[in-house]
């Protein structure tokens, strides 16, 4: 595993040792960072099932504010923080936060603390309906900003929900077994005269 581009670009990723982990390949990593693009920059990443850290350190090569960890294995989390200081990124607040729990009390730990993220990835294990019960949950604690962006990973073989309470799919990308799935929050009817409103006054900023 590497930092494929950014200020730690080049940089190697160790793997968790003694740990049963599937790994984001570089290629699926490098296309997930082209979709996202200028959207990484000065943005909240929260990374869900972090592993050995390889996504959210990605991000923060490439301008992220800020990184949150979430894995309830310690020996993912020493695995972490290891990368991070091979690579020269303090492992410490207020840039970093690691979070020891599991995906769907860690969620619930955030709306508690009234946290919420820019972009929220998630790599549970390929376990069927995993995927939809952290949408689902993300959704009811409204972790995720209003113009933010939720991308599962997941196998082929397990079907993504079009939709998980108010989060909507809006693109999904296939490499080889693996998916990525992109969710933002559905607009509402009654929400357009806002958001137009908002666009307007955008407009005219730039005037």
């Known amino acids: 595993m590497r930092i494929i581009s950014g200020e730690y ?6 793997p968790v040792k003694g740990a049963d982990i599937r790994y984001t390949s ?9 979709i996202l693009s200028s959207t990484v920059s000065g943005s909240r990443f929260l990374d869900i099932f972090a592993g050995s850290g390889n996504v959210g350190i990605e991000a923060f090569s490439r301008g992220a504010e800020s990184l949150t960890f979430v894995d309830i294995n310690p020996v993912c989390i020493r695995a972490i923080s290891s990368n991070l200081e091979h690579c020269g990124i303090d492992p410490n607040p207020p840039q970093v936060k690691f979070v020891k729990m599991g995906a769907l009390m860690a969620i619930d730990y955030f709306r508690r603390r009234g946290m919420d993220f820019d972009i929220i990835f998630l790599d549970p294990p390929y376990v069927a309906d995993f995927v939809e019960k952290c949408l689902l949950r993300i959704s009811e604690c409204n972790i995720l900003t209003e113009d933010g962006l939720v991308i599962a990973e997941h196998d ?6 079009t939709d998980a309470g108010n989060l909507v799919m809006i693109r999904q990308e296939k490499y080889g077994t693996t998916i990525l799935s992109f969710y933002k929050f559905k607009v509402f009817q009654s929400e357009l005269p806002r ?5 307007l006054r955008a407009c005219l900023k730039k005037l």
């Open 9 to 14: 670009k080049g940089r190697r990723l160790s």
């Open 195 to 199: 958001l137009k409103a908002r666009l």
């Open 26 to 34: 570089d290629r699926v990593k490098e296309s997930l960072f082209s």
């Open 156 to 161: 082929v073989k397990e079907k993504a929900p």
